[in-house]
């Protein structure tokens, strides 16, 4: 399946404008971003659920935070969950699996900018990320070419430290993802019947 072209108004200028100015009003009026950027990453989430049931995705790419990785785990920069998939220790361990059963890529990207460097090496058909609110808002800008299906952190000791995710989140990504993928595989093997 070739990639369909993804249309994001984050490739238009002035969207980008509008919504750097609307974030820096909020901020000096005293209020939070957050509400705008969940509206933002959910208003984009459903747009990208719509590519997807028209145009599927062959390749998926899984990026988390650094701050998602504990102290246990031996994950490098740009690292594969593949040295996950034995370990129970935490919710990567999780992913891991799920991310093999759907046989997608799943890496955890240690800065912001190594994950945008990997989705554009590799370019992916769709990325699957989990990160802080203003990173969901970078991720959007950066590579708004690439559909990317996105979700805040779920919790946080503190500030980039053992932050938590939900993996049934990214499973339900997952098989929405790959729901097309496996559609077109199960009519070819039927054609062959």
Not at 25 to 33: E, P, V
């Amino acid at each position: 399946m070739s990639p369909a072209p993804y249309r994001s108004p984050w490739r238009r200028r002035v969207f980008v404008l509008a919504v750097t100015a609307a974030r820096s009003l909020l901020t000096r009026a005293g209020r939070s971003d957050e509400p705008l950027v969940r509206r933002l990453v959910a208003a984009n989430n459903r747009r990208v659920a719509r590519h997807l049931a028209v145009h599927g995705a062959a390749t998926v790419l899984l990026i988390l935070p650094r701050c998602v990785k504990r102290g246990c785990c031996r994950i490098d920069n740009g690292g594969s969950l593949s040295a996950c998939l034995g370990c129970d220790s935490c919710d990567l361990g999780e992913l891991a699996r799920i991310a093999d059963r759907h046989r997608v890529e799943a890496l955890v990207a240690f800065r912001s900018h190594v994950a945008f460097a990997l989705a554009r090496e590799r370019r992916p058909d769709l990325i699957i990320a989990t990160a802080c609110e203003d990173r969901l808002v970078k991720a959007l800008r950066s590579v708004p070419e690439i559909p990317a299906l996105l979700a805040p952190l779920t919790g946080m000791e503190r500030q980039c430290v053992n932050a938590s995710f939900e993996p049934a989140w990214f499973a339900a990504q997952l098989r929405l993802a790959t729901a097309a993928r496996e559609a077109s595989h199960d009519a070819r093997a039927a054609t062959r019947a």
